[in-house]
């Protein structure tokens, strides 16, 4: 069966990084986008950042964009986010996302969205 399986998170301070990784199995990795995205408690889930099947395209939320990296590698079947500058608002269940042959804009408001990993949770302190 088809598994995602968040790793990475943690606590951090306000500033720091951390580097958020998805593992896929089960999946045909190659012909999916994929996705990073967030939630808070009471809060819906929210898009942080996807990225094509190629890895050519990404595309990030406006929270995010110049702090925060996705990228992926196709032959180990997994994704990134590498998350610098971290803020408190930053705090959040991160959660990773598969949508097969989904333009990257398209999967950000969660349209054919086909798996979702079980989180790893972030928090950041100031």
């Known amino acids: 069966q088809v598994q995602l399986v968040e790793s990475g998170g943690g606590l951090v301070r306000a500033g720091g990084s951390l580097r958020l990784s998805c593992a896929a199995s089960g999946l045909d990795f190659v012909i999916h986008a994929m996705g990073w995205f967030r939630q808070v408690p009471g809060k819906e889930r929210e898009f942080v950042a996807t990225?094509?099947?190629?890895?050519?395209?990404?595309y990030y939320a406006d929270s995010v964009k110049g702090r925060f990296t996705v990228s992926r590698d196709n032959a180990q079947k997994m994704v990134y986010l590498q998350m610098n500058r971290l803020k408190d608002e930053d705090t959040a269940v991160y959660y990773c996302?598969?949508?097969?042959?989904?333009?990257?804009?398209?999967?950000?408001?969660?349209?054919?969205?086909?798996?979702w990993g079980q989180g790893t949770e972030v928090t950041v302190s100031s």
């Open positions: 996302a598969s949508a097969q042959r989904t333009p990257v804009q398209d999967m950000a408001v969660k349209r054919g969205i086909n798996y």
């Open positions: 990225i094509s099947e190629s890895g050519v395209n990404t």
